[in-house]
């Protein structure tokens, strides 16, 4: 059972462009949703996350925005550029007892920037 | 500050056959969680330890299982290799346990099993 399913697979934006991820859950017990970044050759690296009391969180050019009641969150990367151009991966976690239950992947997004 | 290393970056094994990969966590981090790759099942959960114990523990058979030392480094272990236990192991590390706690992730140990 896949609960978190994020399209598209890939997605090809135009330098400048903006760059748009979609993930849906199924778990309304997550609480904790970050976004990760993979290049070849090496581990995710945080991107950017946000909790679900929030609506949308912004850092720099990404932008993640939240909709609990749709159990949807999504990843905007505005003024794409090249070196953006990596594997993308939605994740959720939910916490017990204090502690995490592991991130829940998404499938993830080969994005490429074209120049 | 050193990342997290993960040795040995590749190794090839038979079916049949056990193996062991190693983590060292970020300098100061006591949280290790590791995390299997492939191009079907994509980035799922193994376990997660901390302070020599294991925390969680993600839908895997027994063949898996892992360690944490006092050094907070850890290893995880397959025993009867399967060709499908091919994949992309990744570990990562925390300061402390709990999902707010930023996750580092090494550069993974790329095992092929012929």
């Known amino acids: 059972q896949q609960q978190v399913k994020q399209s598209p697979q890939s997605l090809i934006v135009q330098k400048g462009g903006i760059s748009i991820i979609n993930c849906a859950y199924e778990?309304?017990?997550?609480?904790?949703f970050p976004w990760y970044q993979q290049f070849p050759g090496k581990g995710p690296a945080l991107l950017i996350a946000?909790?679900?009391?929030?609506s949308e969180k912004k850092e720099g050019r990404f932008t993640i925005s939240f909709n609990k009641s749709a159990k949807q969150f999504s990843l905007h990367i505005m003024d794409s550029q090249p070196g953006d151009s990596a594997t993308y991966f939605c994740a959720a976690t939910q916490g017990s007892g204090g502690g995490a239950d592991g991130l829940t992947f998404g499938k993830g997004t080969h994005l490429i920037i074209q120049p | 500050k050193a990342g997290v290393t993960q040795t040995p970056r590749y190794l090839i094994k038979t079916r049949g056959q056990q193996v062991t990969l190693s983590c060292s966590p970020i300098?100061?981090?006591?949280?290790v969680s590791w995390y299997q790759q492939t191009p079907g099942q994509g980035l799922q959960f193994l376990f997660e330890?901390?302070?020599?114990?294991?925390?969680n523990k993600g839908n895997f058979p027994g063949r898996f299982s892992g360690r944490q030392f006092s050094n907070s480094r850890s290893e995880m272990n397959v025993s009867t290799l399967e060709l499908g236990d091919s994949a992309l192991y990744l570990c990562?590390?925390?300061?402390?346990?709990?999902?707010?706690?930023?996750?580092?992730f090494g550069p993974g140990t790329r095992l092929t099993v012929t």
């Open positions: 330890y901390f302070s020599e114990t294991q925390r």
């Open positions: 778990n309304t017990a997550f609480d904790y």
């Open positions: 300098s100061g981090h006591r949280s």
């Open positions: 946000i909790r679900p009391d929030v």
């Open positions: 990562a590390s925390s300061l402390g346990q709990g999902r707010y706690y930023e996750q580092y």
